[in-house]
């Protein structure tokens, strides 16, 4: 019976993110809840038609000349184009493909941008610190509500929505360190994934002491849009509607 109810709730998080990330992988699916698909479905077309989304071709397996095809095309229709839209349009590691975007960029004929080859490569110990701090939040909201991490959007991939109280929150994870306070610029951001799913309410969790400095209170308002910040402290076995 245990073993029954946990193949369920696995399955319905599997749904529930095949309906929100309607053109994921089964890396996707792996890596964002940790549950293998191959282990509660047949397939992945069947996890698909589980979840009522139609399996997509461009999802099953691919030789390796077919992705470095479909690379080449994407690159030579759009010469401007990062590492980051060519995986995401195309479904293809660029690394493990070519050994690199340079190399995807030379196999088709384009030169590299300039700016791209230059730009800083972020710190690994800064890279791990984040993705732990993020994983942390995950977990405390999740003890106070529903959570769908990494959610694509038109807009770029959000970091989850949060759902508390039948209200769902678009929420976005800053761990900002140093002297960086939160600025416009990420209220500009979540403000875009917001509109981009018609959702008014956003989050934005981040250490207290890199709250927004023109602000002191906890809540932005932006047209009918609202904004709260909250930090890990605030989520320790507290409820939402205290900082609303």
């Given at each position: 019976?245990?073993?029954?109810?946990?193949?369920?709730?696995?399955?319905?998080?599997?749904?529930?993110?095949?309906?929100?990330?309607?053109?994921?992988?089964?890396?996707?699916?792996?890596?964002?809840?940790?549950?293998?698909?191959?282990?509660?479905?047949?397939?992945?077309?069947?996890?698909?038609?589980?979840?009522?989304?139609?399996?997509?071709?461009?999802?099953?397996?691919?030789?390796?000349?077919?992705?470095?095809?479909?690379?080449?095309?994407?690159?030579?229709?759009?010469?401007?184009?990062?590492?980051?839209?060519?995986?995401?349009?195309?479904?293809?590691?660029?690394?493990?493909?070519?050994?690199?975007?340079?190399?995807?960029?030379?196999?088709?004929?384009?030169?590299?941008?300039?700016?791209?080859?230059?730009?800083?490569?972020?710190?690994?110990?800064?890279?791990?610190?984040?993705?732990?701090?993020?994983?942390?939040?995950?977990?405390?909201?999740?003890?106070?509500?529903?959570?769908?991490?990494?959610?694509?959007?038109?807009?770029?991939?959000?970091?989850?929505?949060?759902?508390?109280?039948n209200k769902k929150y678009v929420v976005e994870i800053k761990d900002f360190r140093g002297k960086?306070?939160?600025?416009?610029?990420?209220?500009?951001?979540?403000?875009?994934?917001?509109?981009?799913?018609?959702?008014?309410?956003?989050?934005?969790?981040?250490?207290?002491?890199?709250?927004?400095?023109?602000?002191?209170?906890?809540?932005?308002y932006i047209d009918d849009m609202k904004i709260t910040f909250l930090s890990e402290e605030d989520?320790?076995?507290?409820?939402?509607?205290?900082?609303?």
């Amino acid at each position: 019976m245990k073993d029954n109810q946990k193949l369920n709730e696995k399955r319905m998080i599997v749904r529930k993110y095949i309906q929100t990330n309607s053109d994921c992988t089964y890396l996707d699916i792996r890596r964002d809840t940790r549950i293998k698909v191959e282990r509660i479905y047949k397939n992945m077309k069947a996890a698909y038609e589980d979840a009522g989304v139609v399996f997509s071709k461009n999802l099953t397996r691919r030789t390796i000349m077919e992705q470095k095809r479909d690379v080449i095309r994407f690159i030579q229709n759009n010469p401007n184009c990062s590492v980051t839209d060519i995986q995401k349009k195309t479904r293809v590691n660029v690394g493990r493909a070519f050994g690199g975007i340079i190399n995807a960029y030379k196999a088709a004929g384009i030169r590299y941008p300039e700016k791209q080859v230059t730009s800083g490569v972020m710190n690994p110990i800064v890279i791990k610190r984040c993705n732990n701090f993020e994983r942390d939040i995950i977990k405390n909201l999740r003890d106070l509500g529903e959570v769908i991490p990494k959610v694509r959007t038109p807009a770029g991939i959000i970091d989850c929505i949060f759902i508390y109280q039948n209200k769902k929150y678009v929420v976005e994870i800053k761990d900002f360190r140093g002297k960086n306070n939160i600025t416009m610029h990420e209220l500009k951001q979540l403000i875009k994934y917001m509109k981009s799913l018609s959702h008014k309410n956003g989050i934005i969790v981040c250490p207290k002491d890199k709250f927004p400095k023109r602000n002191l209170c906890r809540n932005v308002y932006i047209d009918d849009m609202k904004i709260t910040f909250l930090s890990e402290e605030d989520l320790r076995g507290r409820s939402i509607m205290d900082f609303q």
